[in-house]
């Protein structure tokens, strides 16, 4: 296109997404949360303050977002008449383009999480397949990459949990992935990942596949309702192990919470076990199971319902959670992603947290159905 098809082109995609966002009504409605701030008593109620306070800072990531696309398309357009005029180089509309369309494009892959649940933390367990030490290592490999992008995308990461493996490696592990959308971004990545290399623990040097599940999880938090039963729920406690001096040894500081979790929907019934050695201090461990369990029981609930709409939409593709989604083949440079198609030779950069591209693919074809 030429330059001005293309200004013309970024304004009716910012037009577009004007209307689709519906930007004048979220504007009306934080002008209208933010009243409920003024009042003197609107502390009273911790809870409902906080959940006001979370709508409004959602509301507010969309319409920063474009006024940002907005701005930039008015400096598009003043740069198109210093050009026309002459006072402005082909360069300098040319930076200014890339600029707006960097924003636009950003803006309009965003709108792909308007799930419910999107915005939220996430909760990303690993475990590792069958194998042995070639498998656990492979675990490990993708926990350091997850915590890699969680770094390059500027969220917070904690280990919650994690189980070493025998030799090397881990068995399992569950990372907490704090930020904007880290649930929207990361639930792509759920389903079995499958790595092909000339392994270092084989002493003939032979080609193995070994294979790891990742689960993702939204981590709920205290705007979303979920009943958690005290009578179905139990502790035991551990001395956690690891790095950490005599203390971490001595104490039991490590907790571990059964929950007798009854399916409301089937009858059935099973035990949930969630462990954590986040910290040193048995209470907050404590907390941080009880969001973990939180996390899980919305989880369910959020299958259900997608359940119940993959009925409904029958003709729509379904999202077969848990199935292989991606191939790892080291010694051929190449990661392919088997729902999408994208695939890419930078294997290093992959495995050190450079998986937006994947993200992106996955939300771009399947973001309006999931």
Not at 36 to 64: G, H, Q, R
Not at 127 to 140: F, I, K, L, S, T
Not at 301 to 320: D, F, L, T, V, Y
Request: proline content about 2%.
């Amino acid at each position: 296109m030429t330059i001005p098809e293309t200004i013309k082109d970024l304004q009716q995609r910012k037009d577009a997404l004007n209307r689709f966002l519906d930007i004048d009504n979220l504007l009306s409605a934080i002008a209208e949360e933010e009243k409920k701030t003024e009042d003197p008593d609107f502390w009273n109620d911790p809870k409902e303050a906080k959940k006001v306070m979370l709508e409004i800072k959602s509301k507010k990531t969309w319409t920063t977002a474009f006024k940002a696309v907005s701005d930039s398309c008015d400096d598009l357009q003043v740069m198109a008449e210093f050009f026309e005029a002459g006072d402005a180089t082909e360069e300098e509309i040319l930076a200014q383009i890339e600029t707006t369309t960097k924003l636009v494009e950003e803006l309009e892959f965003k709108n792909m999480l308007r799930g419910e649940s999107d915005r939220l933390d996430a909760v990303l367990s690993i475990n590792a397949g069958a194998g042995g030490v070639e498998a656990q290592d492979w675990a490990e490999m993708l926990m350091r990459m997850y915590i890699r992008y969680a770094e390059r995308s500027g969220y917070k990461v904690a280990v919650s949990n994690s189980l070493d493996g025998d030799g090397a490696g881990i068995k399992s592990c569950t990372l907490q992935i704090e930020g904007d959308f880290a649930y929207g971004y990361l639930k792509s990545e759920t389903g079995v990942h499958r790595l092909v290399r000339v392994s270092p623990f084989n002493a003939q040097g032979k080609r193995m596949t070994s294979f790891a599940s990742v689960s993702v999880t939204p981590l709920v938090d205290d705007s979303i309702e979920v009943v958690v039963d005290q009578s179905r729920l139990s502790w035991d406690t551990f001395r956690s192990g690891g790095a950490g001096g005599q203390n971490v040894n001595k104490v039991e500081s490590g907790v571990r919470l059964r929950y007798q979790y009854k399916d409301p929907y089937t009858g059935e019934e099973e035990e949930i076990l969630i462990e954590n050695t986040e910290t040193r201090d048995q209470p907050k461990n404590k907390e941080n199971a009880l969001r973990l369990l939180r996390s899980q029981l919305y989880d369910r609930e959020m299958k259900h319902r997608m359940e119940e709409q993959a009925k409904i939409k029958a003709s729509q593709k379904k999202i077969e959670w848990g199935s292989q989604i991606r191939s790892y083949v080291m010694d051929d440079r190449r990661v392919k992603d088997h729902r999408t198609g994208y695939q890419t030779g930078d294997v290093t950069g992959v495995m050190d947290g450079k998986i937006d591209e994947f993200i992106k693919a996955y939300l771009m074809q399947f973001g309006a159905e999931s």
